[in-house]
Nanobody, 119 residues
Framework: QVQLVESGGGLVQPGGSLRLSCLAS????????LAWYRRAPGKQRELVAT?????RYADSVKGRFTISRDTAKRTVYLQMNSLKPEDTALYYC???????????????WGQGTQVTVSS
């Protein structure tokens, strides 16, 4: 089983910064991609950023957020700068991984970490 644990969320004022972390544990043969999603109250889940050999971002966060990974630590990060109230959401880590040779590529999700941007 693959487990993902997010951390780093909290309450921050507009214009502030936070760094989210997501630690992957368990049996992992290979990782195809890592990503951060978010779900704001009353809205659908939104893809925020993805990292493979390259990075991709939602238009709403380009220039403000940076996704990165530390393969040795099995951790993916989301550095969030210039935060806005509309960034308030529950942020989820997603990993597309294969647990063992011959396994199917599967999605794994963390429980989420809350980010609230408010003065």
């Amino acid at each position: 089983q693959v487990q993902l644990v997010e951390s780093g969320g909290g309450l921050v004022q507009p214009g502030g910064s936070l760094r989210l972390s997501c630690l992957a544990s368990g049996s992992i043969f290979s990782i195809n991609s890592l990503a951060w999603y978010r779900r704001a109250p009353g809205k659908q889940r939104e893809l925020v950023a993805t990292i493979t050999s390259t990075t991709r971002y939602a238009d709403s966060v380009k220039g403000r957020f940076t996704i990165s990974r530390d393969t040795a630590k099995r951790t993916v990060y989301l550095q969030m700068n210039s935060l806005k109230p509309e960034d308030t959401a529950l942020y989820y880590c997603n990993v597309k991984a294969i647990r063992y040779s011959g396994d199917l590529l599967r999605d794994y999700w963390g429980q989420g970490t809350q980010v609230t941007v408010s003065s």
